[in-house]
């Protein structure tokens, strides 16, 4: 599936969310919000153990830039993308979390002025295709979280091969 496809999925999905919401109750799509709330701070905390267990070498290099050689380079570039990626997913798990806060604060305005009664079932709608879009966000941030397994998984694999590699090639033993 290419970005484009994956885009108009989202925004169908988006749009079921919206012509949905409007049959959920409020305080239903309120529950899944706070969980939505809960597993971002969950994922932040996730992203921020990976970044500060695996990559602190990651984060001192760019503060003292130093050019790696070889084999070496594949490996750090391979770490560098990763750790792009953890990044990235940082920032959105953040606008998440700040969504989120405000969301709150919106919630209380909408719920306690009168002027927004003819409109619930409209704004109900519009948080319920809200909701999908930051689950769809959360997700991708949650993938994100997985990708230092595979690099592990994928040094892992390359030591080993180094290995094998040099146990065939290695010194030949002259017989005495």
Same mark, same amino acid.
């Given at each position: 599936? =290419?970005?484009?496809? %994956?885009?108009?999925?989202?925004?169908?999905?988006?749009?079921?969310?919206? +012509?949905?919401?409007?049959? $959920?109750?409020?305080?239903?799509?309120? =529950? $899944?919000?706070?969980?939505?709330?809960?597993?971002?701070?969950?994922?932040?905390?996730?992203?921020? @153990?990976?970044?500060?267990?695996?990559?602190?070498?990651?984060?001192?290099?760019?503060?003292?830039?130093?050019?790696?050689?070889?084999?070496?380079?594949?490996?750090?570039?391979?770490?560098?993308?990763?750790?792009?990626?953890?990044?990235?997913? %940082?920032?959105?798990?953040?606008? @998440? %979390?700040?969504?989120?806060?405000?969301?709150?604060?919106? $919630?209380? @305005?909408?719920? =306690?002025?009168?002027?927004?009664?003819?409109?619930?079932?409209?704004?109900?709608?519009? +948080?319920?295709?809200?909701?999908?879009?930051?689950?769809?966000?959360?997700?991708?941030?949650? @993938?994100?979280?997985?990708?230092?397994?595979?690099?592990?998984?994928?040094?892992?694999?390359?030591?080993?091969?180094?290995?094998?590699?040099?146990?065939?090639?290695?010194?030949?033993?002259?017989?005495?």
């Amino acid at each position: 599936m =290419n970005k484009r496809e %994956l885009i108009l999925l989202i925004t169908l999905f988006t749009l079921i969310a919206f +012509f949905v919401g409007k049959w $959920i109750p409020f305080e239903d799509q309120k =529950n $899944i919000f706070e969980n939505i709330t809960s597993t971002t701070s969950i994922i932040f905390a996730i992203l921020g @153990i990976w970044l500060a267990l695996f990559y602190p070498d990651t984060i001192s290099k760019i503060f003292n830039q130093e050019e790696p050689s070889g084999l070496k380079k594949i490996y750090e570039n391979d770490k560098n993308e990763i750790f792009k990626r953890l990044s990235l997913s %940082l920032v959105i798990i953040t606008f @998440i %979390l700040i969504l989120c806060i405000l969301t709150n604060f919106v $919630i209380f @305005i909408v719920k =306690n002025i009168s002027i927004f009664e003819p409109i619930k079932y409209w704004l109900r709608s519009l +948080f319920f295709a809200y909701l999908f879009l930051l689950s769809i966000f959360q997700i991708f941030a949650l @993938i994100c979280t997985l990708l230092p397994n595979s690099f592990l998984e994928i040094t892992l694999k390359r030591n080993k091969e180094g290995e094998d590699f040099a146990k065939r090639n290695g010194p030949v033993s002259q017989k005495k």
